[in-house]
């Protein structure tokens, strides 16, 4: 009976440690400890070019930044970026400063630090007027970094969707037509929103409505095809950069867009003039 009793003592202080070490990893300043461990980005030898370490740019990141006494660092943001403020933890043992490169549109800010002794640490906070920047900053007393900018994977990712819509948008809807087969004769009537078409017209075959380049980005407004008695009736049609494309001929169609107060535009195909006398 002695001997269970021990023993269960003895579990119990080995289980107090372990309790112990959950509580205080649970607790909030652990846990904020963790996430910043999480969210900091160390300098990589692969992102180097030249003496510029390039980090890619993500939200909520948080950057090292390597520094030494006597030597300055330089911190380069985004071409065009404009500074709103800089905020250091330590500003008694750090020296900060900013200056600029190039002009127009390539006219760079660059956000400069020095340290007054190895050993030291703190943190940089920089607001632009399109992004936040939260850097660690570290004193070492050799070896530091020279230069840090970052590559913008969003902002490449819009460049090219951009580029796509330009190229898709002035990219020939079809090929192989003879000019003398299109046929404009269509009338645009009725509202004018911002997305109302250019011109309707056709190669004898399938019928091409041109919207102004800002489709691409806005609201696209569905097609009906109007019958004999005024019916709305759907129709099949494709996108094609600004284009809708029909296969087939028409001679009324409506684009409509809205709800209680519906914008709605007529494109209506109307005879070709004939020669004649005078003409």
């Known amino acids: 009976m002695i001997r269970v009793v021990l023993l269960s003592v ?26 910043n461990r999480a969210a900091l980005r160390e300098p990589s030898a ?63 800010t660059h956000i400069l630090v020095k340290p007054f002794a190895a050993g030291l640490q703190t943190n940089l906070v920089i607001t632009t007027h399109r992004r936040v920047y939260h850097l660690a900053l570290e004193a070492v007393p050799a070896n530091a970094m020279t230069a840090i900018a970052w590559t913008y994977p969003q902002d490449e990712l819009l460049a090219l969707r951009r580029q796509e819509a330009t190229a898709a948008a002035t990219a020939p809807i079809a090929s192989d037509i003879p000019l003398e087969s299109l046929n404009f004769n269509y009338v645009i009537s009725g509202d004018k929103p911002a997305w109302r078409p250019l011109r309707a017209f056709d190669d004898g075959r399938q019928s091409y409505i041109e919207f102004s380049p800002g489709i691409a980005v806005g609201e696209a407004p569905p097609l009906f095809l109007v019958g004999e008695e005024g019916e709305a009736q759907l129709v099949n049609y494709r996108v094609a950069g600004r284009y809708y ?3 087939r001929l028409f001679g009324a169609a409506e684009l409509r867009l809205g709800g209680k107060h519906q914008a709605v535009v007529r494109i209506t195909r109307t005879e070709p003039r004939r020669a004649g006398r005078g003409s």
Do not use: C, H
């Not at 112990?20 to 996430?35: I, L, N, Y």
């Not at 190039?102 to 006219?107: N, Q």
């Open 10 to 35: 003895s579990m119990l202080a080995l289980a107090l440690p372990a309790a112990a070490q959950t509580r205080e990893a649970a607790s909030p300043a652990a846990q904020v400890a963790a996430a």
């Open 46 to 108: 692969s992102f180097y070019r030249n003496a510029v370490q390039l980090y890619p740019y993500s939200e909520g990141t948080l950057y090292r930044l390597y520094a030494a006494p006597e030597r300055v660092t330089d911190i380069a943001l985004q071409a065009g970026e404009t500074i709103i403020s800089v905020a250091a933890g330590d500003t008694a043992r750090w020296t900060i400063g900013d200056t600029t490169s190039g002009s127009g549109e390539s006219k760079r």
């Open 245 to 247: 494309v029909v296969d």
